[in-house]
């Protein structure tokens, strides 16, 4: 696997006047025909490269980190093409070789928590090799053997999760164990599942706020668990009814919640101002809007945006005369989550008894079903 990394927007490194001092990082590197050596070091946006050196005849190679902080942050050592991650504190001094195939062969020494991250690695990585063996297995079998193949297949992912969340239970106090968090199989969303998740990120953030107070890892993760909150909150809100209730703020501050306007037909439109063809769809919507209003029909819409600014900008500039609402988490709110939005803009069109009657209805065929119910 050639990207074991935080996903960039979680793992944010802020270097901020906390205490810190030299690192010194050592090692050799043979088996491979690469000579250079990279270290990477993961920034607010972007993971950037701060340094490179030659392999010596011997393939060793040596680099200096000065002002490192004192809580362990996030580099990387690129070498033939693979990351190996590191945490590294202020004053380690560290040793990372490899002889061959480097991810799966380096070790190293002196870092407690890179050592951790080298464990964590070793079973992740050769578990999804081999579930990505038997699917190459699945994809050429015959029908009599699928079956067997699935079990296997079933069976190893089982293990996998099974180390990863016990790695992560293990180890809940080490900043290893926020990385191992976010590490995802190919096409997995949640480490276990969108309820359960919490359990863990919660358990970690808690262990982490003692051991290491300092750390902008926490802040992320504490964002992470308040999203999770929100969402099983907003969930838990939903009431005996055919759509899911939901309940943001508007641009006065006030909270204005979907239910409110049950007895109409309501048209809840997911959309950001920062999508190209916004205006015209609201210029359209507008239109419609002003036809029906006065017959019954009330547009409740949801802005995945993250800035305020811009938001606000645009509803004032568009003067949308329906309720507009946002609460700025963009792709991971949970008002998104609640009506599984997948695409913007998105809508969802719901009758007078509260039943979910069309999806993605705009102009000709959003009018057309708004005269049938309206009449």
């Known amino acids: 696997m050639k990207k074991t990394l935080f996903a960039t927007a979680v793992f944010a490194l802020i270097l901020c006047g906390c205490q810190s001092s030299k690192v010194r990082i050592s090692g050799k590197f043979l088996g491979v025909d690469s000579e250079t050596v990279y270290l990477e070091q993961m920034s607010v946006v972007s993971q950037n490269i701060i340094d490179s050196v030659r392999l010596a ?27 190996i991650p590191l ?52 994809a050429q079998a015959n029908e009599a053997d699928k079956k067997r193949i699935a079990r296997l297949y079933n069976e190893q992912y089982r293990n996998v ?35 359960s998740d919490i359990i ?43 759509y899911p209730d939901i309940e943001a703020t508007d641009m006065y501050g006030n909270s204005v919640k979907l239910s409110s306007l049950d007895g109409n037909v309501i048209l809840v439109d997911f959309w950001s101002a920062e999508v190209g063809n916004s205006n015209a769809l609201n210029a359209d919507l ?51 989550g609640v009506y599984n939005v997948k695409k913007l803009p998105s809508n969802y069109l719901i009758d007078r008894d509260g039943t979910i009657i069309g999806k993605d209805l705009y102009s000709n065929a959003l009018e057309k079903r708004l005269a049938e119910l309206l009449h």
């Not at 005849?57 to 990351?83: C, K, Q, V, W």
């Not at 999760?161 to 997995?188: C, D, T």
């Not at 982490?208 to 809100?237: C, F, G, K, W």
């Not at 004032?316 to 609460?327: F, M, R």
């Open 57 to 83: 005849p011997d393939g060793s190679y040596r680099f200096t980190i000065n002002n490192a902080p004192h809580s362990p942050a996030m580099y990387n050592i690129l070498y033939n093409g693979e990351r």
């Open 286 to 336: 507008k239109e419609i809007y002003r036809k029906y209003a006065d017959k019954g029909f009330r547009v409740y819409q949801v802005s995945l945006d993250t800035s305020k600014a811009a938001w606000i900008k645009a509803v004032q500039e568009q003067k949308l005369p329906w309720i507009s609402v946002c609460d700025f988490l963009g792709e991971s709110s949970p008002l998104r």
């Open 161 to 195: 999760k099974r180390n990863q969340i016990s790695f992560i239970v293990e180890h809940k106090s080490n900043i290893a164990a926020v990385y191992a968090l976010y590490q995802r199989l190919p096409g997995e969303r949640y480490l276990v599942n969108s309820d």
């Open 200 to 242: 863990y990120f919660r358990t970690v953030a808690d262990a982490i706020a003692e051991a290491h107070p300092d750390s902008p890892y926490l802040i992320s993760l504490r964002n992470d668990v308040a999203r999770m909150e929100a969402r099983a909150s907003l969930l838990q809100t939903i009431q005996e009814r055919s």
């Open 87 to 138: 945490l590294i504190s202020g004053g380690e001094n560290i040793t990372v070789s490899s002889l061959g195939n480097v991810l799966m062969n380096y070790t190293v020494n002196g870092s407690e928590e890179s050592e951790l991250l080298r464990e964590f690695n070793r079973d992740y990585i050769e578990g999804v090799q081999k579930l990505n063996g038997i699917m190459s297995d699945y």
